[in-house]
């Protein structure tokens, strides 16, 4: 015979809300206040995100150009869309390596095409050999400065178009997902404050959320494919990724719904 054993002590119930007039007026009054907030940043994330989409075609054609621009000729003019030189002079270097935030800055003299200050991106092979006063050739592209040579040693900058397609692209994936569930939990609790004024809000607003939040996470890796591919790549990882997230998200509901303790009944 099996030995007995008592059954398990009940759970502690979960203390409910306080449900006077003031405690629920002022539940209303925080649900009213945060989806007030949620309305306004919802739509300002989604003008956000679309601005920013809307610019990924034209920054992939500039990357596009730079890749296939060659050194200017001796008769091509400033406006030309090629690889010019201009001589500057080192005015100052700044290096700090302090992991992400290091800095590695070119200072320069020069003509008005020059940029005073460069992001060099490195110390090497250059930058960490300059002093002031040294004479140097820097390669110019648009208003970009590309690269920086002086006698045999040259360096390419962190100054190019290279990477800022997907960069923004990736930008405006994250800021249309929280726009849009911005814009949706707002406007879900302003309009259902009146008639749910003692209890919670729909559960599928935390599975929404959930599902936003994994969407914008979702651009992370998207970016890391995309600085090593292109553009559409990039946007076809994210659009991969999307039904794993919404399929977590519609898991973890159905998972506390099995496991949510069921109601109380009196004796």
Same mark, same amino acid.
């Given at each position: 015979m099996p030995p007995h054993t008592d059954p398990p002590a009940n759970p502690r119930p979960r203390p409910r809300p306080p449900s006077g007039p003031g405690a629920v007026r002022r539940r209303v009054v925080r649900r009213r206040a945060w989806g007030l907030c949620a309305a306004l940043l919802g739509p300002a994330a989604l003008v956000v995100g679309v601005a920013a989409l809307a610019a990924v075609p034209g920054l992939a054609e500039d990357e596009k150009a730079f890749g296939a621009a060659a050194p200017c000729a001796a008769t091509s003019s400033s406006h030309d869309d090629c690889l010019r030189s201009s001589d500057a002079t080192v005015t100052r270097t700044v290096i700090e390596e302090r992991g992400r935030s290091s800095r590695y800055t070119l200072y320069l003299k020069g003509p008005a095409d020059v940029p005073r200050s460069i992001d060099m991106g490195d110390s090497g092979p250059l930058l960490g050999r300059l002093r002031p006063g040294d004479a140097v050739t820097v390669t110019l592209w648009r208003d970009y400065a590309t690269g920086v040579r002086r006698g045999g040693i040259s360096q390419e900058t962190a100054d190019t178009p290279q990477g800022e397609a997907v960069f923004v692209c990736a930008l405006a994936l994250a800021a249309l997902s929280g726009g849009a569930y911005g814009l949706y939990a707002g406007g879900t609790a302003l309009s259902r404050t009146r008639h749910r004024t003692a209890g919670d809000l729909p559960a599928a607003l935390v599975t929404h959320g959930k599902e936003a939040v994994g969407a914008a996470l979702c =651009? %992370?890796?998207? %970016?890391? @494919?995309? =600085?090593?591919?292109? @553009?559409p790549v990039m946007l076809m990882v994210w659009l991969g990724l999307l039904p794993l997230v919404r399929w977590g998200a519609r898991r973890s509901r159905r998972d506390a719904g099995r496991h949510a303790r069921p109601p109380e009944h009196p004796a």
């Open positions: =651009a %992370l890796p998207a %970016l890391a @494919v995309g =600085a090593w591919t292109n @553009v």
